[in-house]
């Protein structure tokens, strides 16, 4: 079985179409290449009672949740605050965070910017020494900022702990449609059901019109379902091929 995730994607400006999430899908790329699998997106407002009750369910139902946004100094960073309570957890100014903070600004150190060290209380630091390179980790739930560039180099320094049994997988490029081959398709999932089959029609390429996709952490059983694929598809029907 692969270790399962879920993303929690936190913003009143993704909801509203000011920003467009990139986050999630940098998570889900990443997360595969681990061989993670993640099950499912949510995408919430900065509401305490709302953040919490989606993380509490999403940290009972898979081994890794990313939650992304509502983490900085002002009135809607509310992330920590809903995660403590989400879990009946006091919010606590955290030591560490506290003393790289001041560091950081010395005179210069304020209460907005104090609101950083916020987490809730038992957070665990992960991922570095320096002040934006750690990532507060309450139980399974790994809490990152909005911001795409420091959300990316944070998860690379921490990336390796989520590391299982890869994915492998093979590609196919069919030049007939799904009308043609869906009937394939069926029956080679009914001798292969634990197969990962994706069928993404292609519109205005020339040269293929659905690309195919197994997938599976086994690769005896993912080759023996590549080769009855191969064999039953009509003949000339392959544009190319792509593999690992």
Excluded: W
Excluded at 115 to 134: D, F, K, N, Q
Excluded at 141 to 160: H, N, S, T
Aim: with cysteine; hydrophobic share 40%; proline share 5%.
């Amino acid at each position: 079985m692969s270790k399962t995730a879920g993303i929690i994607i936190i913003g009143n400006e993704v909801l509203s179409g000011k920003t467009q999430d990139t986050n999630s899908h940098f998570l889900c790329q990443e997360l595969r290449t681990l061989g993670v699998e993640v099950q499912r997106i949510s995408v919430i407002p900065d509401e305490i009672e709302l953040i919490g009750n989606e993380a509490a369910s999403f940290s009972r139902q898979f081994d890794f949740v990313f939650t992304t946004g509502g983490v900085g100094p002002t009135h809607d960073d509310v992330t920590m605050a809903g995660i403590a309570h989400g879990f009946g957890l006091k919010v606590i100014r955290h030591p560490e965070l506290e003393r790289r903070l001041r560091e950081r600004h010395g005179e210069n150190i304020n209460e907005a910017r104090l609101r950083m060290a916020e987490v809730p209380e038992g957070a665990e630091l992960v991922g570095g020494g320096s002040l934006y390179a750690a990532v507060a980790k309450v139980r399974n739930i790994y809490v990152f900022p909005g911001i795409p560039k420091i959300l990316q180099q944070r998860f690379l320094v921490i990336k390796e702990r989520f590391r299982d049994a890869p994915f492998f997988l093979n590609v196919v490029y069919v030049k007939e449609g799904e009308g043609v081959i869906a009937s394939i398709l069926n029956n080679l999932l009914k001798d292969f059901p634990d197969l990962l089959l994706g069928s993404y029609p292609v519109l205005d390429n020339p040269d293929y019109k659905v690309k195919l996709t197994l997938e599976s952490k086994d690769r005896v059983y993912l080759n023996r379902a590549f080769e009855k694929l191969i064999s039953t598809i009509p003949k000339g029907a392959i544009h190319r091929i792509e593999g690992n």
